[in-house]
């Protein structure tokens, strides 16, 4: 139970932690809030261009859409790099050196990136009621909150994931750059998945993104509650972590085998 | 229980890599080619060597970060590849340079950070990292980011993060590497202070001077084997019958030098560049009876000052150095398999 205890207050400082580093980054504030209310701005203005055929919901869907995009490039680049960073900054030797889990740390330090990530929606939104007179009734303001955690918490394993498995490419951050734009598509932030051609659909189901997006979405402006997409996130979370911590292992023993841990 | 707080039996530490890109040729180089030695609880140890001697190598294995080769090694007792987590419970790492902190977040932030990682218990992080920077002299400057810092306070930094934990031992990798003067007195100030609290602690240096004045004995390495091991007395007595004359000398030409080496009294010679001179250390046995004959052996060169001196742990470095560095070692070190 103290093992319990600790590990969990552990992942929340470094998840504090986290978020303040990334707070101090402009790299990060500008993925993070920037370039989701340009994403927005633009998408605010198709639809406004589509005039009579917009919805009453459709200023809110391209607001949700576009700040999850920014959650997802935070979360690519933040988590992606998580390792390779530490790399980098000489301090991964001293937190592999450090008595505590390691895999606690990563988690907490996926979950902060993937957490200051969500300051897009935030961003978003606000940027859309300000500038497009955009109306914020949720569907089911209850379940909102509940919609944002599942998906931070799956957002920021799939990161763990990302993490563990980047370090082992010596050009892990052009994978990333690779993994952006196809993401956004293929898990419904910029059109829905009903548009997209049917082969896409199982690659969109095994993404964390996808049912975050829906999770957050139905709660916004659906008519059922989106209970379904919150089970697959907290699903997806749990596969993620443990597919993570068996990468891990390996990637820990490799880089004491091979000498690894402080090369750039 | 073993008397020793840190015991390196016969480690061996080969590396693999690659070169060529269309022909790669897989190389394995022994960084370290079984390395013993013991460290007493209590005791300042320094590794001294040149680059790539294999220090770092040998600290890495002791703190868990790599698997030796061969070899076996303990900590506190406990079995540096098979107990990682008793081992890392019971020691601190510090590294010189200027990485290893999160620069965009103050000093107190990073500690807290590490003292988190660290397991120190919530209730005693403040008095614990309170106290830590009082002893690196940081203490009023904590609020400021790390990124702001001086390379001396980035390092004493580095020293109160090591220590937050109160580990038994101490390993510093080369701390004192890139600081100014002050800086480094400064810093083996806090070196000794940690001796003084009874800490064991494991140096690595380039430094002869550092490693005289703080270390209780010393292993000198090289080629990644133990080339001598004692007090600095002890080194010192390799050279101790012998006289050292220091010749500074302007433009001096290779031929000079290999002149002066092959005068039969003259038992080696070493240079030092300064910025418009250069000095020739010479060892003999017969003090500075020959010094006329060693200048006429320089020719036209245009000479500066002349001293004679009695050796120091330096000089002793220097000629272990110089004896134990064999032509083949390097081939030796990389064996070549064809992939």
């Known amino acids: 139970m103290a093992g319990l205890r600790r590990n969990a207050r552990l992942i929340w400082r470094v998840w504090v932690f986290t978020m303040r580093s990334f707070l101090a980054s402009e790299f990060f504030i500008l993925t993070a809030i920037l370039q989701p209310i340009i994403f927005a701005s633009i998408a605010f203005f198709l639809f406004q261009a589509g005039g009579e055929r917009a919805g009453e919901h459709t200023l809110l869907f391209a607001a949700l859409g576009t700040g999850m995009m920014g959650v997802w490039s935070t979360t690519l680049f933040g988590c992606g790099g998580a390792i390779q960073w530490h790399r980098w900054e000489g301090t991964l030797e001293l937190l592999i050196a450090a008595p505590s889990r390691y895999d606690m740390v990563l988690l907490g330090q996926t979950l902060g990136a993937s957490t200051f990530g969500f300051y897009s929606i935030g961003a978003t939104i606000a940027w859309g009621m300000l500038l497009f007179g955009m109306p914020l009734n949720a569907a089911f303001p209850l379940l909102l909150p509940v919609a944002l955690a599942v998906a931070i918490l799956s957002l920021g394993c799939l990161g763990m994931l990302l993490a563990t498995s980047f370090v082992l490419y010596r050009h892990a951050n052009a994978l990333s750059n690779l993994l952006e734009y196809p993401v956004w598509i293929v898990t419904g932030m910029i059109v829905p998945l009903a548009a997209l051609p049917g082969w896409l659909g199982p690659i969109s189901w095994v993404l964390a993104p996808t049912w975050a997006m829906e999770a957050i979405r139905g709660s916004a402006i659906a008519t059922t509650p989106p209970l379904l997409a919150m089970l697959l996130c907290l699903l997806l979370a749990a596969i993620y972590y443990l597919l993570a911590r068996w990468v891990l292992r390996f990637v820990l023993d490799k880089a004491r085998r091979d000498a690894t841990l402080a090369l750039a | ?339």
């Open chain 2, 1 to 339: 229980m073993s008397a020793f707080a840190i015991e390196a039996d016969d480690l061996v530490r080969t590396y693999r890599t690659h070169t060529g890109v269309i022909r790669r040729r897989r190389l394995n180089v022994e960084a370290v080619r079984g390395v013993s030695f013991g460290v007493r609880p209590g005791e300042l140890f320094g590794l001294l060597g040149p680059n790539g001697a294999g220090k770092t190598t040998t600290i890495k294995m002791l703190i868990t970060l790599l698997l030796p080769t061969s070899g076996t090694a303990r900590v506190m007792g406990h079995d540096v590849v098979k107990e990682t987590t008793e081992v890392r419970k019971r020691i601190g790492y510090v590294f010189g340079g200027d990485r290893g902190l999160y620069d965009r977040v103050s000093a107190m932030d990073n500690l807290r950070y590490f003292a988190e990682l660290y397991g120190v218990d919530p209730g005693e992080q403040k008095t614990r990292i309170a106290a830590l920077l009082e002893l690196v002299g940081l203490t009023g400057r904590e609020q400021e980011k790390v990124e702001g810092y001086s390379r001396g306070m980035r390092q004493r930094l580095h020293i109160a993060r090591g220590l937050l934990h109160d580990p038994e031992v101490v390993f510093l990798d080369e701390p004192s590497i890139g600081l100014d003067p002050v800086g480094a007195r400064e810093l083996r100030a806090t070196i000794k202070s940690l001796v003084e609290a009874g800490k064991t602690v494991l140096l690595t240096t380039h430094y002869m001077f550092e490693a005289d004045a703080l270390c209780d004995r010393i292993a000198v390495i090289n080629d990644g084997r133990i080339v001598a091991l004692g007090t600095g007395a002890d080194l010192k007595q390799e050279v101790a019958t012998r006289t050292i004359v220091e010749i500074e000398t302007f433009g001096v030409s290779p031929e000079a030098v290999e002149s002066l080496r092959a005068d039969p009294d003259v038992i080696a010679v070493n240079m030092e560049e300064r910025d418009q001179s250069q000095i020739l250390l010479v060892q003999s046995e017969h003090g500075t009876l020959i010094t006329q004959r060693l200048l006429g052996r320089l020719g036209e060169t245009r000479i500066g000052k002349v001293v004679g001196r009695e050796p120091t742990l330096e000089d002793a470095y220097v000629h272990l150095i110089a004896t134990t560095s064999g032509g083949d070692g390097a081939a030796a070190r990389a064996a070549a398999v064809s992939a």
